[in-house]
């Protein structure tokens, strides 16, 4: 089994930062993808960014340049870097653990951290 604990939500004003981080419990941490979605009320979860064990990213053209995923195997920690924040990213944030392969397949999820965009 694995567990994520995501952190570093708040209220941020438009244009401005936030860092979310993933703890991430178990070996698997290790060989599998991490990733990131959010979810808007009365929208679908949306995805985000992912990134490999070897490091190899792929985003979402709606945060593409603004957001940056990162992962330190040494802490079972990922990361989201938040720049340029605007009011449609406010949502719940969840991170993931993806299926050998899939990398943007969810096997395991965090319990959301929230963000709110907002002046």
């Known amino acids: 089994q694995v567990h994520l604990v995501e952190s570093g939500g708040g209220l941020v004003q438009p244009g401005g930062t936030l860092r979310l981080s993933c703890a991430a419990s178990?070996?698997?941490?290790?060989?599998?993808?991490m990733g990131w979605y959010r979810q808007a009320p009365g929208k679908e979860r949306e995805f985000l960014a992912h990134?490999?064990?070897?490091?190899?990213?792929n985003y979402a053209d709606s945060v593409k340049g603004r957001f940056t995923i990162s992962r330190d195997s040494a802490k079972n920690t990922m990361y989201l870097q938040m720049n340029s924040l605007k009011p449609e990213d406010t949502a719940v944030y969840y991170c993931y653990v993806a299926w050998l392969g899939s990398p943007r397949s969810p096997r395991y999820w965090g319990q959301g951290t929230q963000v709110t965009v907002s002046s």
């Open positions: 990134i490999t064990s070897g490091g190899s990213t």
């Open positions: 178990g070996s698997i941490f290790s060989i599998n993808a």
